[in-house]
């Protein structure tokens, strides 16, 4: 068996000292100790080694102990990087960024010009309630007043918002979230999602002219990263989240990882013929709208149904606006259906995520990217 040389403890040890101040915040040498087990001469060494490095400062003394170098608090310098995440939608976008421990330092929001969203998709769903109310002040992405109407600069947009988020910052990288499949290998999107100004090349123009690395991912995953970490699906190695939003989606986290598939179409139950139509025309926002909460739940449960037959996820979370605002209730009734259909024991949740699943997603998907290069692993 291969034990780990010094360098691997040192960052092992340095990680696991970083990632408690992190969830804890300041913390002394003592407290260190206690929470990681760790001899006091490592103690003292990793502490020493991760200040040199520009990770770790002190930041005063602990007022319940005794005075000398035991007292000094030290906290992780959470300004050493940042990371962007952007929920990028039919109707805007908005961009959040975020230092090292998580905590917001800047937001900015723009809308799409009415007139270019309905040229761009044929949709009659607004965004969610608490998207619509975040949005109701920002700046439209308006077409010329004069000429041919053009589709918006969305690159252009995009790196306006964020350098105005970032308030001199620079951040570490970017991710975004948008509707379509997004391939798991390359990063681009495999069909051009509905918006105003879209354009394949989107995450590899915005790197250049933001001279940051920018990750492009799908909207459901994320709001599945954020269910796994911060909401109903906490503490659950399998879930599958079913996305009832503008559109409908769904996403497949299996032994605690998200899985993507081999093109980036995991999760997508909206394709599923139910009942001699698609999956998703069966409960769009529009039917959802005029149906008894029983029918609806009697729908989504056939198209439960299929992920819960070939993946036993154990857990069905029912995110988006819709599943948020139906709450509970639906949750118990889809769980009711289900349990006439299938024998595989299955709970069913509604998302419980505080505010905009996909952008804490994006957020904590570059979190996770940035903590693990600038920790060094």
Known sequence: MKTATPATARAINDRLALDLLIERGPLTAPQLRELTGLSRPTVADLVERL??????????????????PN????????????????????????ATVADLTGATVGTA??????????????????????????????P???????????????IASLAEAITQA????????????????????????????????????????????????????????????AEHRLGAAAGHADFVLLWLDEGVGGAVVLDG?????????????????VDGAEFCD??????RATIAPEELAERIAK????????????????????????????????AARLATKSPIETEVRASTVEGDAVLHGAVLTGLDLAREEVFGG
Do not use: C, K
Not at 71 to 94: C, Q, S, W
Not at 173 to 192: E, F, K, N, R
Not at 203 to 208: F, G, K, M, V
Not at 282 to 287: G, K, L, M, R, S
């Open 166 to 225: 970032a308030n001199g910052r620079q951040p570490h990288i970017v991710v975004i979230g948008a509707p379509g499949m997004v391939h798991p290998h390359s990063g681009q999107s495999t069909a051009a999602p509905d918006m105003p100004g879209w354009r394949p090349d989107l995450p590899d123009e915005l790197e250049r002219v933001l001279g940051v690395r920018v990750l492009l991912e799908n909207e459901v995953n994320l709001a599945a990263v």
């Open 257 to 273: 990882r998200l899985r993507r598939g081999a093109s980036g179409g995991a999760g997508e139950l909206g394709w599923l013929e």
């Open 51 to 68: 200040g040199t490095a520009g990770l770790v400062e002190s930041v005063g003394e602990a007022e319940e102990t005794r005075r000398g």
């Open 109 to 138: 929001t723009r809308r799409f010009d009415a007139t270019d969203t309905a040229d761009a998709a044929d949709t009659a769903a607004a965004a969610d309630a608490t998207d619509a109310a975040d949005a109701a002040d920002a």
């Open 71 to 94: 007292a000094r608090l030290y906290r992780l310098i959470a300004e050493r990087a940042h990371v962007v995440g952007v929920d990028l939608r039919r109707t805007g976008f908005t």
């Open 303 to 334: 198209g439960a149904f299929a992920a819960i037959s070939v993946l036993d996820p154990g857990l069905v979370v029912l995110g988006g606006s819709a599943g948020r605002a139906a709450g509970e209730p639906l949750a118990a009734l889809v």
């Open 282 to 287: 069966t409960i769009a926002p529009e039917v």
């Open 140 to 154: 439209a992405i308006a077409p010329p007043a004069n000429g041919p109407r053009r589709a918006p600069d969305l």
